[in-house]
């Protein structure tokens, strides 16, 4: 698939889960092709993952989505350092000790988010996070957030980003 891609000579090449039920040497040896053909032909490439693991080490700017929707958005350093979002900060707290070196006193215990997605056929008013998040209230149930620039190229679309930055002030 990649071949074929590659045989337009792209500006843009969109790679949907590139490395999905691959083991991990030949994910290394797709990623590190992906990278070498985006040096060569001075390409974007858009990486859609579920992987953190890829997205720490391949990704400069990432966006993270929720039921359809962005949540946050800024550099690959600040969602790691500094997540805003809820869904952000739960999704970095599941990575496994071996991913996350800095923090593996943190990862005694793998974490999850509690709940359930909803459902995108009858999604109700509100936040889409809303019946997961530990932070929501009933503004978040009522009215949906807008995607919000909080700090210089960081955006985040939650009502409560404030106190969880002021959360991460503390630690």
């Not at 949907?16 to 070498?36: G, H, K, N, W, Y």
């Not at 890829?54 to 990704?59: D, T």
Request: charge should be negative.
């Amino acid at each position: 698939m990649i071949a074929m891609a590659m045989s337009c000579h792209p500006q843009l090449l969109l790679a949907d889960e590139p490395t999905t039920a691959l083991d991990v040497t030949i994910q290394a040896q797709i990623l590190d092709l992906i990278s070498e053909l985006k040096k060569k032909n001075q390409m974007t490439v858009v990486l859609i993952t579920h992987d953190l693991g890829i997205i720490s080490q391949e990704a400069q700017k990432i966006a993270v989505m929720y039921a359809g929707k962005i949540v946050e958005s800024t550099t690959a350093g600040q969602i790691f350092a500094k997540p805003l979002h809820p869904y952000t900060k739960g999704l970095i707290a599941s990575i496994p000790a071996s991913c996350a070196d800095s923090d593996k006193e943190r990862q005694k215990y793998l974490q999850t988010i509690p709940g359930s997605v909803p459902s995108l056929y009858n999604l109700e008013p509100g936040c889409r996070f809303y019946e997961r998040c530990s932070y929501a209230d009933n503004h978040c149930a009522q009215e949906e957030p807008l995607l919000d620039e909080i700090e210089r190229g960081h955006f985040v679309a939650c009502w409560k980003s404030s106190d969880i930055q002021k959360e991460g002030k503390l630690n």
